[in-house]
């Protein structure tokens, strides 16, 4: 069984990380407005309009729009996100999904046709990883507050 699987190194991620059993579902046609927090592998097929945030996987469906920023081990996008994406076990971006926002994560792969406009950090090493997700965290406070003072 574990050779079926090995091919597939996100799925064998997340039997590392997480139960194997997926523990919070959001079905085709389901939309949530509001903040999901979740324990463990969640399987994203509907709509949120929300931060969503989970302990384990987040796996986010091709026809899925998410319009909030994600947390969580590791993260398999294949839908629409619109908001930071914080995975530092990994990050897979699926040819369907399209990503406007920042991306920080300790190891990352992007298939073909895949549309992604932000900024990354990918660093293997702890402490560079770390570091340099502080750094631009602190930039984009700092962003922030100049832009609410020029209004």
């Given at each position: 069984?574990?050779?079926?699987?090995?091919?597939?190194?996100?799925k064998f991620m997340a039997i590392l990380t997480d139960n194997i059993s997926i523990k919070?579902?959001?079905?085709?046609?389901?939309a949530i407005s509001g903040d999901v927090h979740a324990d463990g592998f969640i399987r994203i097929e509907g709509d949120i309009d929300g931060?969503?945030?989970?302990?384990?996987?987040?796996?986010?469906g091709h026809e899925s729009r998410i319009n909030g920023n994600i947390t969580a081990k590791s993260a398999v996008v294949g839908g629409i996100?619109?908001?930071?994406?914080y995975a530092p076990e990994g990050i897979k971006l699926l040819s369907s999904a399209a990503v406007i926002?920042?991306?920080?994560?300790?190891r990352l792969e992007i298939?073909?046709?895949v549309i992604f406009h932000g900024h990354c950090i990918a660093l293997k090493n702890e402490d560079e990883f770390a570091k340099a997700s502080e750094e631009f965290s602190?930039?984009?406070?700092?962003?922030?507050?100049?832009?609410s003072?020029?209004?």
């Open positions: 069984m574990l050779k079926h699987v090995q091919h597939d190194t996100w919070t579902i959001i079905g085709l046609g389901s931060n969503l945030e989970s302990t384990g996987h987040i796996d986010i996100v619109l908001g930071d994406i926002g920042n991306i920080s994560t300790k298939e073909e046709n602190n930039a984009l406070t700092i962003r922030s507050r100049v832009a003072k020029a209004m």
